[in-house]
């Protein structure tokens, strides 16, 4: 696709990625972060709140699209992702961490979803090689976003009470 100004595509989900689908930032100025345990170095410690975390996820997922006979890749980052999965990226890696097969559900889910979303190049200079997703409006007035379809599945994986009252009493 050739294009210059952003490109508004009806277009047709076939998958997420779901290995990679957030980056760590630090939670006040949102640079990026190597990992949870180094602090941000353009931020002084004190001005954190007592408690709060130094880190957050933000999400940058890739996501396949099918639009006018072709299927490629765009990267979403968080505003448009949230869009699609319904809650943070923090939630939502929480929430694969106690469900692993979660994400990959959350591609299903999505699969075959249609949606209008504005387009825009990779910048030249930077090493991004993706479209990027701008915006992204569903197509079907009763979108449901993946994380409250996700929570109905689950709903028994996640529960703590559910696990407990079936322990240390032997069979029934
Ligand atoms: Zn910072």
Redesign the pocket.
């Known amino acids: 696709m050739e294009f210059d100004q952003p490109l508004s595509v009806f277009c047709t989900v076939m998958a997420m990625n779901t290995t990679d689908f957030c980056y760590l930032v630090?939670s006040?100025?949102e640079?990026t972060l190597p990992n949870e345990y180094i602090s941000?170095k353009?931020?002084d410690p004190k001005f954190f709140n007592p408690g709060s975390s130094i880190s957050k996820r933000l999400y940058r997922i890739l996501v396949s699209i099918a639009a006018s006979e072709e299927v490629f890749v765009v990267v979403m980052f968080d505003r448009v992702a949230r869009v699609l999965i319904g809650c943070s990226a923090d939630d939502f890696f929480n929430f694969t961490m106690v469900n692993p097969s979660a994400a990959v559900t959350a591609s299903k889910l999505l699969e075959g979803k249609m949606f209008q979303m504005k387009l825009s190049k990779p910048k030249m200079n930077g090493n991004a090689q993706h479209l990027r997703a701008i915006s992204v409006t569903p197509l079907c007035s009763d979108f449901t976003p993946a994380i409250k379809t996700l929570k109905e599945l689950y709903k028994d994986a996640i529960s703590p009470s559910h696990q407990s009252s079936c322990s240390g009493h032997g069979n029934p």
């Open positions: 630090c006040r100025c640079k941000c353009y931020c």
